[in-house]
């Protein structure tokens, strides 16, 4: 449906005829760790996120899935190769 409250004028999951159904009745607004990030809109309240209602919930186990502005490296393990198993391989 859509919101009422806050993000007025955009879809919202949260929303029903009742009101905003989400846990604080609606949406918090960005932490400092969501700036950059090409998910964030201003609003005539403040600046939120438009893929979670609770940014800061996100950020809890060290970074959040849904930024844009995180580069996460992986960091590729180079396994150690038995030589016995690669001379039997064709030295592969």
């Known amino acids: 449906m859509i919101c009422t409250t806050i993000r007025q004028g955009d879809d919202c999951v949260f929303m029903s005829d009742a009101g ?3 846990a604080a009745g609606c ?3 960005v932490v400092t760790s969501c700036e950059g990030c090409e ?5 005539a309240s403040g600046w939120y996120c438009t ?7 996100k ?4 970074h959040c899935n849904l930024a844009t502005h995180v580069n996460l490296q992986q960091t590729s393990k180079r ?6 198993k690669a001379s039997k391989r ?3």
């Open 59 to 62: 950020w809890k186990s060290g």
């Open 90 to 92: 064709g030295g592969a």
């Open 27 to 29: 949406c918090h607004e």
């Open 20 to 22: 905003c159904t989400f």
């Open 39 to 43: 998910r964030t809109k201003k609003y």
């Open 79 to 84: 396994q150690k190769l038995n030589p016995l």
């Open 51 to 57: 893929a979670s209602p609770d940014p800061d919930r």
